[in-house]
C-alpha cells in the first residue's frame, strides 16, 4: 500500500516541484500551503509522515506540529527548512520532529530520510499491547517506550505467543522458534514463562501437556 504524505510548504511551486517528485517515487502526497488548512487534511486523513517547512503564514511549523502533538497526533515528521540557526533545529526536535533538513533539498537524501522515519515508526513493525508494545524490528519488548531487558529469546517467544493469540502454542513450535535445531529445554521455557508472568500476569494460560496461550483481551 502506498505511503501518504502531507506536505506542509507555503510556496506553491516548490510543493508542486516536490509533490510531483515524491509522487513519481510511489507516495502520495496532499499538500498545505498553510498551518490551517494542514490541521484540516491532518483530522480528516491519516498520514504516514509530516514534511513541514518552518517559515510559515499564521503559524510556524515548529507551532503547528507543537498544536498536532498536544492534540494525541503520533505521525512522524520532517522540518525542511531554510532555517540554518542551532535554536530552530533544538525547537524542532523538541517539538516531536524526528528529522530535520535544510534547503535546498538534495532529492536523493530526501528520499533515504524519509524512508528511514517511516519504517522507524511504521506499526508494521510494532504490535501493541495495552502499555506495552513489541517492537518486531529491534526485538525489544517496551513498556511507555522504554526498554525491559528480558532477552532476546524471551522476546522470541512472546512475539510467538501474540502471533498466535487465543490459539494453544506447542512445545514442538516453542523449541523451533527459540533453539531451532538445538536441544530444547523445557526447565528454561517455564523459566522464561515466569518472566512474561511479571508483565501479563492474567494473560498467559498453560495448556497442560501441550504449550501456553495468550490472551490479548486480558493485557
Sequence with gaps: MPQRILLLEDDRLYSETLKDFLEDEGFIVDVALDPYSAYDLAYEKDYNL??????????????????????????????ITSRDDKESLIDGFKAGADDYIKKPVDLDELIVRINAVIKRNSTDNKISLGEYSLDLEAKEIL?????????????????????????????????????????????????????????????????????????????
Design 50 to 79: 509530516y514534511l513541514f517547512d518552518i517559515n510559515l503564514p499564521f503559524e510556524n511549523g515548529i507551532e503547528a506540529l507543537k498544536s498536532l502533538k498536544e492534540s494525541g497526533d503520533k505521525t512522524p515528521t520532517i522540518f
Design 143 to 219: 513498556h511507555n517506550d522504554k526498554s525491559l531487558k528480558l532477552g532476546y529469546r524471551v522476546f522470541l517467544l512472546l512475539e510467538l505467543l501474540v502471533k498466535n493469540s487465543d490459539k494453544a502454542v506447542s512445545y514442538e513450535d516453542i523449541y523451533e522458534t527459540l533453539w531451532g535445531k538445538e536441544e530444547p529445554n523445557l526447565a528454561t521455557i517455564r523459566v522464561y514463562m515466569v518472566k512474561l508472568k511479571k508483565i501479563f500476569p492474567n494473560a498467559i494460560e498453560a495448556v497442560r501437556g501441550y504449550g501456553y496461550i495468550f490472551h490479548k483481551d486480558r493485557v
